[in-house]
């Protein structure tokens, strides 16, 4: 039987990426809050402009900036989600 786990001190320059990642992390959280305001801006001129299509595409940058933030805030969860699930294969 081989038991092999992620060694975080194997390589250097670990922490640095640990840190880069996170970096990562915050500037997407930010760009998908930025997002969200300016879809919602552009659904709001679009409804009260009655153009439709400008609306139509507010809202789908709202759902979009949702899910780049659900994405990005759980993606270790997810990760170790499926770190698990394949130990388990």
């Known amino acids: 039987m081989i038991d092999i786990d992620p060694n975080s001190s194997g390589l250097p320059g670990i922490e640095q990426l640990r840190?880069?990642?996170g970096a990562v992390m915050t500037v997407g959280l930010i760009l998908s809050v930025l997002a969200l305001i300016i879809s919602a801006i552009?659904?709001?001129y679009g409804s009260n402009s009655s153009n439709p299509h400008l609306a139509g595409k507010g809202k789908t940058g709202l759902l979009i900036s949702c899910g780049a933030a659900i994405i990005c805030g759980g993606s270790v969860?997810?990760?170790n989600f499926?770190?698990?699930?394949?130990q388990q294969v």
Not at 82 to 86: E, L, P, Q
């Open 19 to 21: 840190t880069i990642v």
């Open 42 to 44: 552009i659904w709001a």
């Open 77 to 79: 969860a997810l990760i």
């Open 82 to 86: 499926f770190w698990g699930v394949g």
